[in-house]
């Protein structure tokens, strides 16, 4: 995951790569929940090989802690004009060429409040994150599937359950029977979502059982995340960037 993490940190610094893009998600719009749950819930989740227990680092710096509440309150209000005060003039919005507000705009429709920005940023926001880099002025990356994935395992073929008790089912269907439940696993995809599949994702843990977990309940490492650095002494976001 380091290699991921060095090879975004580059481009934030102007370093060009053919890299592949993703599209905004169309997901329904939900209300953000305070970040600070994430750390709340840590107490629940045992450290392992194959579970990721949820990070927030945000506190350790109180001037990017108020600089998320304000972003987090924009983006509950959906409102574009709090909003884009909150990003670098530079923000970079994929791993191809342009980047720049006007293009963040352009991008995700800001101006809509039925943009798929607002669920998917505030959805970034509310699983914490992590400081990446060295020195006095690190980034800080968000959601910590991303900041904290780890390197020894494949972020291609893999996703983060971000819950306990999430339960793996025996079908794609509510209704399935509970296999066994999931907290904060780390599980291998087996195969692609079809798209009369989309809210189920078909998984093996790591003890070998397999199922069909609900899309809500898991996140790719290589999904939509958000960087923040400090630009002329403010907090700013830098990159909001899905794939690899």
Not at 73 to 95: G, H, I, N, Q, Y
Not at 177 to 192: C, F, M, N, Q, S
Not at 205 to 222: C, F, L, M, N, Q
Request: net charge negative; aromatic share 8%; hydrophobic share 45%.
């Amino acid at each position: 995951m380091k290699v991921v993490a060095i090879a975004v940190l580059s481009l934030l610094c102007g370093t060009s790569c053919d890299k592949r893009e993703a599209a905004p998600p169309a997901t329904a719009p939900v209300p953000p929940v305070p970040a600070a749950t994430v750390t709340e819930s840590h107490e629940t989740c045992t450290a392992g090989k194959m579970t990721l227990c949820p990070v927030d680092e945000a506190a350790q710096d109180p001037a990017l802690a108020a600089y998320r509440t304000k972003l987090l309150d924009a983006v509950a209000r959906k409102d574009e004009a709090s909003l884009l005060p909150l990003l670098a003039d530079d923000l970079r919005v994929s791993f191809g060429g342009g980047g720049g507000i006007a293009d963040f705009q352009k991008h995700w429709k800001t101006s809509s409040p039925d943009s798929p920005l607002w669920a998917e940023l505030g959805a970034i926001l509310e699983h914490g994150g992590s400081f990446i880099g060295e020195g006095t002025n690190p980034s800080f990356w968000a959601p910590y599937v991303y900041s904290k994935w780890p390197d020894d395992v494949d972020a291609f073929e893999h996703l983060a359950v971000m819950r306990a008790g999430a339960p793996l089912r025996n079908g794609a269907d509510d209704a399935a029977a509970v296999v066994r439940t999931l907290d904060w696993a780390i599980v291998k995809v087996l195969e692609p979502a079809s798209d009369s599949q989309a809210a189920w994702r078909h998984v093996r843990a790591a003890d070998g059982t397999e199922g069909w977990v609900s899309t809500k309940d898991v996140r790719s490492p290589i999904g939509y995340r958000a960087g923040f650095n400090q630009v002329n002494g403010q907090w700013k976001m830098t990159a909001l960037v899905a794939g690899d």
